[in-house]
């Protein structure tokens, strides 16, 4: 059963091009979270998904950011017109169920979004 | 007031030596509570989950405290094996995994 897969690992952009990483939740697993993590900071939460539905966005950049995880494919983090300040590591996670009480996340290896 | 807080160290302790993290939270509402370990330019990954009654796993104990809203992690025996950030998450529920982390103790286990 693999894990969280997202891809690329690395990615560099010039500022101004747009950014998009994708996240592949584990087999089963229809809930998705995007965290980003800046450099010597904690990870913040951006965006909780469900399959074709975007459930809490709260952490979001209002501007420049989106967010998607279609019925078929992989969930997809977009990020237009990239600045410095993007530049960070960028995780999912995913879990199972809602189950607050039991359930934890599970997450990929993150991307690590450079942009020069 | 951050919603959750730790100390973000480092904490560097020699091998075979006892160490002991601590986090406070904000939201008193909060429902559960998990300590997970990230190690450098890697993804976190869960160590494990901190219940009422508290609870060990070999050589790790976790504890949480709801009246002074604070948990703690102990690790006794230190290796070097043990060194990387802990990271103290707490789930606000909301009817969803709505999880807060804290910025990380940075541990350093030194031979």
């Known amino acids: 059963n693999a894990g969280v897969m997202q891809n690329p690992r690395h990615l560099v952009r010039r500022r101004g091009q747009e950014a998009r990483l994708r996240c592949s939740p584990m087999k089963g697993h229809s809930h998705v979270y995007w965290y980003r993590q800046l450099p010597e900071e904690g990870l913040k939460f951006m965006v909780y998904l469900q399959k074709e539905n975007i459930i809490d966005e709260s952490g979001m950049p209002k501007e420049r950011f989106s967010a998607e995880f279609p019925k078929e494919g992989p969930s997809i983090l977009r990020i237009q017109q990239v600045v410095r300040g993007d530049s960070a590591a960028y995780f999912c996670?995913?879990?199972?169920?809602?189950?607050?009480?039991?359930?934890?996340?599970?997450f990929g290896p993150g991307t690590r979004l450079t942009v020069l | 007031r951050k919603e959750v807080e730790q100390d973000p160290g480092p904490f560097n302790v020699p091998e075979g030596a006892t160490v002991a993290f601590n986090c406070t939270y904000s939201n008193s509402a909060s429902q559960s509570f998990f300590w997970y370990r990230q190690d450098c330019r890697k993804e976190p990954k869960l160590l494990m989950s901190v219940y009422s009654s508290g609870n060990e796993d070999g050589r790790f104990t976790a504890q949480l405290n709801r009246a002074s809203q604070y948990i703690s992690l102990l690790i006794r025996d230190s290796k070097l094996s043990d060194s990387a950030t802990y990271l103290c998450?707490?789930?606000?529920?909301?009817?969803?995994?709505?999880?807060?982390f804290g910025i990380g103790t940075k541990l350093q286990v030194i031979p």
């Open positions: 998450v707490v789930n606000h529920s909301g009817g969803y995994q709505k999880v807060t």
């Open positions: 996670a995913s879990s199972p169920s809602r189950d607050v009480f039991m359930d934890t996340q599970y």
